[in-house]
């Protein structure tokens, strides 16, 4: 998958668990402060994140992904590996 469809994959999921819009899920976005993603719900995209991409995201790689570009990137390497 590229970039692109990771982030837009991901978009999916955050507008599915949170509410927000799928348009505003961009790379520069940072999950808490632009998003308002709170860590009940970064939990649920995690899970949705796993299953959809087929990738383990350990918790204490959670607290590392801040933007939405630090998981689509964290992503990008676990599919790789």
């Known amino acids: ?3 692109e469809e990771i982030r837009a994959a991901l978009a999916d999921i955050v507008n599915e668990v949170a509410g927000v819009d799928a ?3 961009q ?3 940072s999950f808490v402060d632009d998003l308002d993603v709170d860590s009940l719900s970064m939990v649920e ?3 949705e994140a796993e299953e959809k991409f087929g ?3 350990p918790d204490d790689e959670v ?3 801040k ?5 689509v990137a964290y992503i990008e390497r676990a599919q790789a590996a």
């Open 67 to 71: 933007t939405v570009g630090d998981a």
């Open 45 to 47: 995209v995690v899970v």
């Open 23 to 25: 348009d505003d899920v």
């Open 27 to 29: 790379l520069d976005k």
């Open 1 to 3: 998958m590229s970039t």
């Open 55 to 57: 990738v383990t995201i």
């Open 63 to 65: 607290k590392n992904l």
